[in-house]
């Protein structure tokens, strides 16, 4: 039975096909503008369980099992959300640039037999950005829409010096868990 993959990420999805994982994609939107969080970890935690609490709503699990997850971007104890401008994008990429960045990602999956919360983290130490490659990223757009404009398969890549987790996790879904748990193939 596929699971219901409930996010417009066209990254997760990838992940799960890589990973064998039968889904759906199909979600409804949360707005995470007004969550109040006092650590990273509470931050992701509190924005994927209202992404639950509203595709639970909205399909139930018993057709399929629910899939939920979101992922924040932290550095220098710094939130680092998705940018909302071309200059925001500069200034969440410099807080990265030559430091440690932690991709934490929370998952929900919620079916009958089995209910799953995890939350994941990823560490990468990056060297310093090269500046024109910098300039040349933010004027492809491609930061658009990630958390931290932070693109770790794209972009920031050349610049790992070190990693500690699974690169599923900085991707944003850690299939890595999510397989331990049961036959989702």
């Excluded at 219901?4 to 979600?27: D, P, V």
């Excluded at 699990?61 to 500069?90: G, H, M, W």
């Excluded at 910098?134 to 990630?146: A, P, Q, V």
């Amino acid at each position: 039975m596929p699971i219901r993959l409930c996010s417009s990420s066209e990254t997760r999805a990838l992940l799960l096909r890589e990973a064998g994982i039968n889904f759906i994609q199909e979600s409804v939107d949360f707005d995470e503008e007004s969550i109040v969080a006092s650590s990273p970890k509470n931050f992701v935690y509190q924005a994927t369980l209202g992404k639950y609490e509203a595709n639970l709503k909205a399909f139930g699990f018993e057709d399929y099992p629910l899939l939920v997850a979101d992922t924040v971007v932290t550095s220098q104890n710094q939130i680092l959300r998705k940018a909302r401008c071309l200059d925001d994008a500069r200034n969440i990429l410099m807080t990265q640039s030559g430091n440690i960045t932690s991709i934490i990602t929370c998952m929900i999956y919620h079916g009958k037999e089995k209910k799953i919360i995890d939350i994941s983290k990823t560490d990468y130490l990056f060297e310093a950005f090269d500046m024109a490659d910098l300039e040349r990223y933010l004027e492809s757009g491609e930061w658009r829409g990630k958390a931290g404009a932070c693109m770790v398969e794209g972009f920031c890549k050349t610049y790992i010096k070190e990693v500690r987790g699974f690169e599923s996790t900085a991707m944003g879904l850690c299939v890595e868990v999510l397989k331990t748990f049961g036959d989702l193939q």
